[in-house]
């Protein structure tokens, strides 16, 4: 039985950035909505209440009965979460003077404090709430204070309840870490048992036992998600898996074959399906960014589905899922967000069930996973790439001569990036065909040809993400070959704009 602590999500965007850090500590977690937890099956160790966007005393506030989980588990309530848990209790919650955002210094910790242990006075931690915690009720003891704030922490005298007023799980917190596994290990109990290699081993045998001799197909996309799922599910089932690719004309140059042999090599039973024509041919004339995404996505259905009913007697669709696109998350408004699916509407048409063997990593838990699998680092470290492929990279109609002209700067500006050991540096990275042309000088001639975009940005988990600062002169190189050896390109462009307000891809 895997131990772990369960977080429940009060609506705060950090949330996942809480259950990153208590994986990093090779300690499972799972997250949950605030009012649905768990039954408990005696692997829960510990419960971590997240923030939020509310104030806990308006009147859309979530809320939930603390008593059975204090009778039971050892609690971490993180800002809203603390301040929730002492205003149940009879203390006071106001609204701050200003709002205190921004580092940070503890000081007058509590000398003993388990919470604590091994965190000095001083150390930097980042505040983020328009409210404070103005009086804890009887039975809670101030461990901790900041310049500003009179109880940044506190803790429940004879239990093992404790809150903080500022996020350990962001990294402008020193010591956040520490905090986190002072709380999981320290106090809970939590053994550090969680791995690559434990999750491989519990996981294969549960799709044993899950698919038994059951067939499966798996819709490959070239990612890492799509990749690891693959190889585990191979390493679980075998040949009773069969994996179709299908390249719908806008993968980056050679990719389909390059692809498709990494599969072979990994020993996947792989069914490669061109179709190109039928996407260029449904795309002709098609300009507008919402409408191409539903064209190539019903395409790829319709491309699978054929594919997939050529394999007798197959019960099941797998798909590289992971944890980001399972977590019911909470708007402002209460209202529930669902789980999303890789392919949407696949299940259903095909009247199969659906296998997600990654559903419970993040994505750099599915990257250690690739590497425990004995997987080859380039498949790994690949970095994401948007389904409808260079589709949304194109603004305008898409045609194939479009294609094959960002396909050649692609490979240009890639290859640059793994040539000048850029490649790891950045978390994605592109080239984007501009609807313009652009008048420049080749030898004694004018021409009138196309713009290009290079887009490379730096992020943790694409919510946000900053423009890289790619160096001058590999920017200068790479803009001198896309001119001199792509045939209709004459200016290249650097993006420099962050995430928010703008997004990773222009379309």
Known sequence: ???KIV??????????????????????????PYNKFPEDDGSIRGVILSGSPFSVYDDKAFKIDLEPLSSRYPILGICYGA?????????????????????????????????????????????SHGDTITAIPDGFEKIASTESVDIAAYHVKGKKIWGVQFHPEVYHTTDGTQLLKNFAVGICGCKQDWSPASFIETTVAQLQQQLGND???LGLSGGVDSSVAAVLLNRAIGSNLTCIFVDHGMLRKDEFKNVLHDYECL???????DASRKFFSELAGVTEPERKRKIIGKGFIDVFDEEAHKIKDVKWLAQGTIYPDCIESLSITGTVIKSHHNVGGLPERMNLRLCEPLRLLFKDEVRRVGRELGMPEHLITRHPFPGPGLAVRILGEITPEKVHVLQEADDIFISGLREWGLYDKVWQ???ILLPVQSVGVMGDERTYERAVALRAVTSTDAMTADWARLPYDFLAKVSNDIINKVKGVNRVTYDISSKPPSTIEWE
């Open 215 to 217: 067939k499966v197909v």
């Open 83 to 127: 301040q929730y848990m002492a205003y149940a209790a009879g203390g006071k919650v106001e609204p701050a003077g200003s709002r205190e955002y921004g580092r940070a210094h503890l000081a007058g910790i509590r000398e003993g404090n388990p919470l604590f242990e091994g965190i000095a006075e001083g150390s930097q931690i980042w505040m």
């Open 267 to 273: 020993g996947l039973n792989v069914i490669g399906v």
């Open 429 to 431: 990275a592109g080239v």
């Open 7 to 32: 977080i429940l999500d009060f609506g705060s965007q950090t949330t996942q950035l809480i259950g990153r850090r208590i994986r990093e500590l090779d300690i499972y977690c799972e997250i949950y």
């Open 1 to 3: 039985m895997q131990e």
